[in-house]
């Protein structure tokens, strides 16, 4: 069965503080698909970034990096420089395959992340 | 704005009365998938449909069904309800079946049950 653990609960930092999210992931399938969604205060989940599993370089995206290891099954998530803006819940998902040609996302239980000014 | 829409927002009922919740996918996507967030069980994949049909099922409860119309909209009725019902519901779409594909989330409907 799919698995994705996010260990970290709540963060606090304060504002241009660097903060890593933390997310490990359980499969058996050897093609699969990460993802990182933002849910901000207004309830919206925002897609963020899709990995899949062959591609294990790391990306950054302005303030935003993913590093990808598939020897720890590991997808964490770094916000550089954090801003107000960047509080909202964050979760990390993976694709499972449900059968009759369905993915499913199997998603963590979030992260919750509070930048204080 | 993703470009899937749901309506309505917010959503008030009492405990044993029936709601349906309607989305709308982006255009030119097929697939609609439907996810429960509730504060115990997190986010939860409900059902998935590929133009029309049904595809997979997860943690949906026989009180609740779904449905994709021709034009690709979908419903989700919710009936005799319960007070654990009450969460968060979103929609999601994507283009077709592969797991390469990225589900673009609907600003979802919060139900409350009382």
């Known amino acids: 069965a799919q698995k994705v653990t996010q260990a970290q609960t709540e963060i606090s930092v304060v504002e241009k503080e660097d903060v890593t999210l933390d997310c490990v992931y359980e499969t058996r399938d050897t093609t699969y698909y990460l993802f990182w969604y933002k849910q901000p205060p207004s309830g919206e989940l925002v897609f963020l970034i899709r990995?899949?599993?062959?591609?294990?370089q790391n990306e950054i995206s302005g303030r935003y990096s993913w590093n990808f290891q598939k020897s720890t099954s590991s997808f964490n998530f770094t916000i550089t420089a954090s801003q107000v803006v960047d509080s909202a819940v964050y979760f990390c998902a993976l694709t499972a395959y449900s059968g009759a040609g369905s993915y499913q996302l199997t998603f963590g239980k979030g992260t919750k992340l509070s930048v204080i000014p | 704005d993703s470009g899937v829409t749901q309506t309505p927002k917010h959503l008030i009922t009492a405990t044993g009365q029936r709601v349906t919740l309607r989305c709308s996918p982006r255009?030119?996507?097929?697939?609609v998938y439907w996810y429960q967030q509730s504060l115990d069980q997190g986010l939860q994949f409900l059902i998935h449909y590929y133009n029309g049909e049904e595809r997979a099922k997860g943690n949906i409860l026989e009180r609740f069904s779904a449905q994709q119309f021709p034009d690709l909209h979908s419903e989700l009725n919710l009936s005799s309800l319960e007070l654990g019902d009450s969460a968060l519901y979103f929609c999601?779409?994507?283009?077709?079946?592969?797991?390469?594909?990225?589900?673009?989330f609907g600003p979802g409907t919060r139900l409350l049950v009382l």
């Open positions: 990995r899949n599993s062959f591609d294990e």
């Open positions: 999601a779409s994507s283009v077709g079946l592969a797991g390469t594909e990225t589900q673009y």
């Open positions: 255009s030119g996507d097929l697939s």
